[in-house]
């Protein structure tokens, strides 16, 4: 049924287009978030909501590509990077859906100057890292073989 994943020419490519495309939204707007809550982004006129329907676009298109690549070869889910990146993928998307959300909320809705709690600095810290961890394991994949 996914023979045409790696057996079409240039289908492999554009899952990788729409995979990178994703990921960017995705991680992209968890990190400008994260950097706005550590003071690192500061007066930045935009809050959580503007990122969101970018972000769970992001999400859907690397899900997706994500789950074709492996359909398409299923050999993918005995490299040890891709193991330990979806690994990282769940503990990561957990503490975005339990901690990030219920922390972070209320502070990026507040004026841009409000004082961030070391709580929120603490989920936002540690949200950047573990989608860090995410991105170098996902780069090793090819290199795992
Ligand atoms: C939010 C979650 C995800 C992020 C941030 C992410 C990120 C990445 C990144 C950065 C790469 C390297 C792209 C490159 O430079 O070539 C990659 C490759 C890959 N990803 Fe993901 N990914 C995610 C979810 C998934 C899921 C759920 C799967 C499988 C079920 C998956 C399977 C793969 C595979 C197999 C590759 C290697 C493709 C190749 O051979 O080059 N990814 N991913």
Redesign the pocket.
């Known amino acids: 049924m996914f023979d045409w994943v790696f057996g079409t020419p240039s289908a492999f490519l554009w899952l990788?287009v729409f995979?990178?495309l994703?990921?960017s939204l995705?991680?992209g707007s968890i990190f400008i978030l994260d950097l706005k809550l550590l003071g690192l982004i500061k007066r930045a006129p935009f809050y959580r909501y503007h990122l969101v329907p970018w972000a769970y676009l992001g999400?859907g298109l690397?899900?997706l590509?994500?789950?074709l690549?492996?359909a398409g070869d299923p050999y993918?889910l005995e490299?040890p990077a891709?193991q330990i990146?979806?690994g990282l993928?769940v503990a990561?998307?957990v503490f975005v859906m339990v901690f990030h959300q219920r922390l972070v909320d209320t502070q990026l809705d507040a004026a841009s100057d409000a004082p961030v709690p070391a709580i929120a600095k603490v989920a936002a810290a540690t949200s950047l890292i573990l989608?860090l961890g995410?991105?170098i394991m996902?780069?090793m994949?090819?290199y795992q073989y």
């Open positions: 990788e995979h990178v994703g990921f995705w991680v999400l690397v899900l590509t994500g789950f690549f492996v993918y490299n891709l990146k979806l993928v990561a998307g989608w995410v991105l996902a780069r994949i090819p």
